[in-house]
């Protein structure tokens, strides 16, 4: 099994534990946070179902699904939480997602956490190809991803399902030859 720890300035990413359900709990269990997720907020024992299946994910083999604990580098408190999902049968394509605690908002950390995520792809995993897709009112995530040097590809029409209805997706992605570390 490959464990995942990956350090920045003020961010570090490393796999989901079952000691971390109460932490990622705050952030899928905040209307805040899910309100441009395709989901509800979830329960404590959603969330503990969702760090079993990650701990079960990280043992597979070939590894598709990275389930990521985002811990603030000087507190060590999870902040955070980020996947990166291989693409099975496109194994040098990924899609990536996060959220992030809303004390953290607006420093920045959106943007840090992407860098991380794609430098941990393209670095570590030998992608070709990132990509994330974010609702179109969801203008943080859309500042994070271009920051981070991602480039806005164009709109899904209806492409999820959420607890208010079909909601249309912007893609944005990164490609390993275009990309540069940040």
Not at 7 to 26: P, Q, S
Not at 97 to 111: A, E, L
Not at 138 to 147: E, F, S, V
């Amino acid at each position: 099994m490959r464990r995942v720890v990956c350090k920045g300035e003020r961010l570090c990413l490393r796999d989901v534990t079952e000691a971390d359900v109460v932490a990622l709990h705050a952030i899928y269990g905040d209307a805040t946070v899910t309100q441009h997720m395709p989901f509800a907020p979830r329960s404590l024992e959603e969330v503990a179902r969702l760090v079993d299946q990650a701990v079960e994910a990280a043992a597979a083999e070939p590894r598709l699904l990275y389930v990521l604990a985002v811990v603030d580098a000087e507190r060590h408190d999870v902040i955070g939480v980020a996947r990166l999902h291989v693409e099975a049968g496109h194994p040098h394509s990924a899609e990536i997602g996060f959220g992030i605690h809303p004390h953290h908002w607006g420093r920045g950390v959106g943007t840090d956490l992407v860098r991380m995520l794609l430098s941990f792809g393209f670095k570590q995993l030998g992608l070709h190809r990132i990509w994330g897709a974010r609702a179109p009112a969801n203008l943080p995530a859309q500042l994070a991803m271009l920051t981070a040097g991602m480039v806005e590809e164009g709109r899904i029409r209806h492409h999820v399902h959420t607890p208010h209805g079909w909601r249309d997706s912007i893609v944005h992605s990164a490609i390993e030859d275009e990309w540069t570390e940040r």
